[in-house]
Structures are given as C-alpha cells and as structure tokens.
C-alpha cells in the first residue's frame, strides 16, 4: 500500500498547491466571529477549494464492538484523495477499527468544527490552524499528548523539530505539525549568470546579509533601457527584470525579525517599534520604496503569477514557502534554492497545521494509537507527499533524504539547503505563540503595516499606533 501511496504523489501529487499546511496563516477558515478564524488572504490559500460543501469518506457504519475514529481536516482533491487511502490502508491493518474522515471545505472550516465542538461531536482527530492551535487545549477540547508520549517511552523533543510540538511555556503539547513547510529563498540562475551576479548563498550557516543581497538585487534589476536602480535614466515605471517582490507578509516579517533578535511581541506588549522591529521594517520598505528593486504594492498588484515571473525571466529573487516548490519548479526545473538573507543571524521558520487530538473521545487508546500512526511519517506515507516530516531523523539521516525529497521532483539546491536549514535554524513564527493571533495579526497589524508599504505612514508613526491599538486585546504568550 505504501508503494501505492507513492505513486499515486508521483503521478498526480505534483499539482499540488495544496497541502496539510494549507491554511496556516491565510484564508479565512469560516466566518464564525466567536470562533479561531483567520481572515488574512495569503499566498497559502492557492490550493483551496471554492467549494463550501464538506466531504465525507464513505466509512461503513461500525458494527458490534467496532470502533469508529473521527477524522476532520480542510485537504481538497489529491490530498484529500491521498489521506483518505491512508485510512483506508490503516483499516485493512486494524480490524475492528473505522476511520470516518471528513473534509469541511476551508473558508468553512472553522465554523463547522466549532460547531461540531459546541454540539459535543468534538472530532476525535481534527486540523487546527497554528494561529489557534492552543485555543483548543486552553477550552479542554484538545487532549495534552505530552503524557501520552512519555507513557509509551518516547521524547517528543528529541524525536520531533521543536516547531512541530506545539507546547505552551507550562509544558502541555496541544498539538503536533502536520505538513511542515518552511521559508526559503527561490532565484533565477539564468538572470544571475546574465548579469554575472553570484548566486546567493546557499550555506543555511552563512547566508548572504541583508546589504549584500540589496546589492545583488541592484545588479540584477533592470528596465526596458537596460539601466540598473541607481543609474541616470533607470525608469522604475518600465522594469523589465525585478529584483524580487518585497517579503511584507507578517510570517516573512518574523523571520527577519528573529535574524535580526528581534520581535513583534513579548509578554509585555508590542516590540516592533524597538530599534531591531524598526530596522526590519525600513529594509523591507526600502526595497520598493528607495532602491527600486522590487514593485510598489500597487505595481505588484497587476503583475503575472510569480511562476509564470521566473519562467519569463522576469524575477530574479523570491522569498516564500517551500510549499510553492512544485509550481515553481514546473516553469523552471533549475530553479535556485538559497536561505534568506541574514540581519545578525541565519533564520528561517517551519510552520503547518496542527493535528489535535479530542480530550473527551470515548476510546482514548485507540485514537491515539491512530494519532500516532497517522501523525508520523514511519508508517503514513501521506505526511511527506508534499510536505516536509516533523521529525529531526529525516533530516539528519542522509539514507531517508529520498523518502521526502524525490531526486527526480526535487533538484539539487532544495536538498543542499533545507535539510540542513530545518534541523538547525527554523523556528516557530510569533504567529503560533502570540495569544489571540489571529486577531492581532489580521485585524491589526497587517492593516497597520499596509499603511507604510503604501507610502501612508512612517514605521515609527505606524508602530507607535499599532502600540496603542493592540493593547486592549493583547494577551500575552503561549
């Protein structure tokens, strides 16, 4: 079955857009105010359906002393087709046990699990956003699996990145990723070698600083005329090449800002406007707003698909999610893979979906034997179809790379550099441990931030105010 799974990904997983991690930080899964929803339109949301039905896996009723497991998740098409063969593979090996897996289409998805949770049909499995991931166990619908771990012998710390355990400062784990993704930085060789520009690096141990790769990005910009940012005559209005679209997404934000020691919160309140949020943010800003390498927000708007960017040779640069691999890969097979630039110290983030499982199911043992099962990528082949593991092994173990990283999908740069990159230097983004994130992220700082992208607002003035808007619902760290 598992060499089944396999070639099922092989052979339609490569039009994936779409994976576990769908959700995290973009779209607005359901539109229950009451409930954890998100309503920042992101570049995550590519592979959701527009379909608001859900979908249900024809599970046979359970019989006499038959189990049934509830699975609910947002996975569309091929990943919904992929997940549902992976409970049927787990049904074929545990008699006795039915796998009911459901998909509650995304822009829904909040409100119906909320109301599933409220009429006490609690899932026995379920997604939660890593915006929210911890808001089911603080209301006790998520069981804490650290206790559960321990009892079977296993560190969850030692065997799973530290971004896959979704753990709050008390020791409770709520949660564990499931569809890792993290940020890494795609580039087009063919530009780089036209300009005879270096690559950026692709040491995740010593990736190029910030004021090296804007130098890079002056390089490889160019207009209509052929003039650079900086010479006499360049026309910002007629470029011809960008030299990358300006990181301004709030996950990407985070990362600088941790290069950089640096934050958007502490426990105390907002510390973006400290000197190091500050210096992140005019950098970021600079990009479009002073050295002309990327496109305002208003040119960006009118631009082609990113993939469509690179096949063009249009797109030197781009930061984003390793989830955008496959569609960019498709235009551009020798598509660069790099690490982000560095502030003081080489970061990325990994970030996913959390699988929870119910603290009030009725056959605890079971549904955590499946958890488990499910959750791991030793025994379900689905975990690593179009994601990265959530375990360290995979990482560390040369002999497993083509487990997760198919030579014949993924190039040589991808498997130089994320490796190395997810075993040493991501991170959980704020947005996974900042208390009502959803809210602050999307209904503050986000709009708040827009204003200096837009040339409204200075970051000082725009951190000062954000300052005194999020105080009245900040509630601190996880």
């Known amino acids: 079955m598992k060499k089944k799974l396999s070639a099922v990904f092989l052979t339609a997983g490569m039009v994936l857009g779409l994976t576990a991690c769908?959700?995290?930080?973009?779209?607005?899964?359901?539109?229950?105010?009451?409930?954890?929803?998100?309503?920042?339109?992101?570049?995550?949301?590519?592979?959701?359906?527009?379909?608001?039905?859900?979908?249900?896996a024809e599970a046979a009723p359970a019989g006499d002393g038959e189990i049934t497991i509830t699975v609910v998740d947002w996975n569309t098409g091929i990943a919904s087709d992929l997940q549902k063969a992976a409970c049927q593979e787990y049904m074929d090996s545990h008699p006795g046990i039915i796998i009911d897996h459901q998909t509650i289409a995304y822009e829904d998805y909040n409100t119906k699990l909320n109301t599933l949770i409220a009429a006490g049909q609690t899932p026995d499995i379920f997604y939660a956003s890593d915006l929210y991931a911890f808001?089911?166990?603080?209301?006790?619908?998520?069981?804490?699996?650290?206790?559960?771990?321990?009892?079977?012998?296993?560190?969850?710390?030692?065997?799973?990145l530290s971004p896959a355990i979704?753990?709050?400062?008390?020791?409770?784990v709520y949660g564990?990723?499931?569809?890792?993704?993290?940020?890494?930085?795609?580039?087009?060789?063919?530009?780089f070698d036209a300009a005879g520009v270096e690559y950026p690096s692709s040491d995740p141990a010593n990736p190029d600083t910030w004021d090296e790769w804007v130098e890079k990005l002056k390089q490889i910009t160019v207009d209509q005329n052929g003039k650079h940012p900086g010479e006499e005559g360049f026309n910002p209005l007629a470029t011809k090449t960008y030299g990358t679209i300006s990181p301004s997404w709030y996950y990407h934000l985070?990362?600088?800002?941790?290069?950089?020691?640096?934050?958007?919160?502490d426990e105390n309140g907002l510390t973006l406007g400290n000197e190091e949020g500050l210096e992140v943010i005019k950098a970021v800003n600079d990009l479009a707003a002073v050295h002309q390498v990327a496109?305002?927000?208003?040119?960006?708007?009118?631009?082609?698909?990113?993939?469509?960017?690179?096949?063009?040779?249009?797109?030197?640069?781009y930061i984003s999610g390793s989830y955008e691999y496959i569609d960019i890969a498709e235009e551009n097979p020798d598509i660069g893979i790099a690490m982000i630039p560095m502030f003081k110290r080489p970061a990325s983030i990994a970030w996913a979906a959390c699988l929870e499982m119910s603290a009030t199911t009725e056959h605890p043992e079971e549904v955590f034997e499946f958890f488990r099962w499910y959750a791991e990528a030793d025994t379900n082949p689905c975990h690593v179809a179009s994601n990265l593991p959530n375990e360290y092994k995979y990482y560390e173990d040369e002999s497993l790379f083509?487990?997760?990283?198919?030579?014949?999908?993924?190039?040589?740069?991808?498997?130089?550099?994320?490796?190395?990159?997810?075993?040493?230097?991501?991170?959980?983004p704020e947005m996974c441990t900042v208390k009502n994130a959803g809210q602050i992220f999307d209904e503050y700082v986000a709009p708040q931030l827009d204003k200096v992208w837009m040339g409204e607002q200075t970051p000082e003035d725009a951190c000062a105010e954000l300052a005194d808007s999020v105080g009245a619902v900040y509630s601190g760290l996880w």
Do not use: R
């Open 22 to 56: 769908g959700g995290s930080g973009g779209g607005n899964a359901g539109s229950d105010t009451s409930a954890p929803e998100n309503s920042e339109a992101s570049e995550m949301d590519a592979g959701q359906s527009e379909d608001s039905s859900s979908e249900s």
């Open 135 to 160: 808001n089911y166990g603080e209301q006790g619908v998520s069981q804490d699996l650290a206790p559960l771990y321990e009892a079977q012998g296993v560190d969850m710390k030692e065997k799973f």
């Open 166 to 172: 979704y753990e709050t400062a008390a020791g409770e």
């Open 176 to 191: 564990l990723a499931y569809g890792v993704v993290c940020t890494v930085m795609y580039y087009d060789k063919e530009i």
């Open 254 to 265: 985070s990362t600088f800002l941790h290069s950089n020691e640096g934050a958007f919160f």
């Open 295 to 317: 496109p305002t927000p208003i040119a960006e708007d009118a631009l082609p698909t990113v993939a469509s960017m690179f096949k063009e040779n249009q797109l030197g640069c």
């Open 402 to 428: 083509d487990i997760w990283m198919d030579p014949s999908i993924y190039n040589d740069d991808f498997h130089a550099v994320v490796p190395a990159l997810m075993a040493e230097y991501a991170y959980s």
